[in-house]
C-alpha cells in the first residue's frame, strides 16, 4: 500500500484522504505529495483541454452526470475512484447519503439561477453554484478544483468571462497562500449565507 510520506503539509481548508482512498492510486511511481500533485496537475490539464475544446451548452453541463464525468476527466487517470460520490463522511460536506439527489437538487436549481429571468447576475449565479457544490463536497478529493473549472465551463457556455479566482485561474490555491486563505474566509462567509465576499474574490 502506498504512503505519502509528507501528509502534513496539506493546505489549509483541504481534506485528507483515508487509508481506502489512499489505496486508490493508479500510478505506482507516486509515492510523495510532490508526485501526486504533478501527476495530478497532468491529468488536470488533459481533462480540461477536452472539456474547453467543446462546444458545452449550459443544459449539457448542468447535468448531474456531467459532475461526475467531468471528476473522472480531471482525476480518472490518477483515483481509481474518480468520478464516483464519496461514501466517508468529511468535516466539509453532507452525510454521504444524501450527496447523489443533493447535486441532482443543485444542477436542477442552477437552471432557475442562469435563465434569462433570473433575479440573479451570472456571477451571482455562478457564486452560488460553486459554493452549493464545495459545501456538498462530492468527492473523496479534487472538490475544489472540479467545482471551480465547471464554474469557468458555465460561464463559458454563457459566453461569459471565467473567473480569475484570486489571481491566476484557481491555480495559485492549492497551495497555502494568502489568497488561499482569502478565499476560505469568502467560502466561509457563504456557508452563513453571505455570498458577498465570494462574488468580488472569484474576480479579484
Ligand atoms: N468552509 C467551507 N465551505 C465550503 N467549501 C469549502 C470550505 N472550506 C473548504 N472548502 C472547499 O473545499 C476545497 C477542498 O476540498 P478538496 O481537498 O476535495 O479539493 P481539492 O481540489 O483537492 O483542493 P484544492 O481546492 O486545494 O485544490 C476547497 O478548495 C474549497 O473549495
Ligand atoms: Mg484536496
Known amino acids: ?4 510520506t509528507d501528509r502534513g503539509e496539506e493546505p489549509p481548508g483541504a481534506t ?3 487509508e481506502e482512498e489512499l489505496e486508490g492510486l493508479k500510478q505506482s511511481w507516486i509515492t510523495t505529495r510532490g508526485d501526486l500533485n504533478e501527476a495530478e496537475a497532468d491529468n488536470i490539464l488533459s481533462g480540461q483541454s477536452k472539456w474547453t ?4 451548452t449550459l443544459d449539457r453541463i448542468l447535468d448531474d452526470k456531467t459532475v461526475r464525468d467531468l471528476h473522472k476527466d480531471l482525476f480518472g487517470q490518477v483515483w481509481s475512484w474518480a468520478g464516483t460520490y464519496r461514501r466517508t463522511e468529511r468535516t466539509i460536506g453532507i452525510d454521504p447519503i444524501y ?8 444542477v436542477e436549481d442552477a437552471k432557475y439561477w442562469f435563465a434569462e429571468n ?3 447576475s451570472i456571477d451571482a449565479a455562478a457564486v452560488r453554484f460553486h459554493h452549493k457544490l464545495v459545501a ?3 468527492f473523496a478529493n479534487g472538490n475544489g478544483r472540479h467545482s471551480r473549472f465547471m464554474t469557468d465551463l458555465i460561464l463559458r457556455a454563457l459566453g461569459a468571462p471565467e473567473f480569475t479566482w484570486g489571481g491566476s485561474q484557481g491555480n ?3 497551495t497555502a497562500t494568502e489568497v488561499r486563505a482569502k478565499y476560505l474566509a469568502a467560502l466561509r462567509a457563504g456557508d452563513v449565507g453571505d455570498c458577498e465576499p465570494l462574488l468580488s474574490f472569484v474576480r479579484s
Not at 500500500?1 to 505519502?4: A, N, R, S, T, Y
Not at 450527496?99 to 443543485?106: A, D, F, P, T
Open 118 to 120: 433570473s433575479d440573479l
Open 136 to 138: 456538498i463536497h462530492p
Open 172 to 174: 495559485v490555491l492549492s
Open 16 to 18: 485528507p484522504l483515508d
Open 1 to 4: 500500500m502506498k504512503v505519502l
Open 53 to 56: 475544446k467543446r462546444r458545452n
Open 99 to 106: 450527496i447523489s439527489v443533493e447535486v441532482r437538487n443543485l
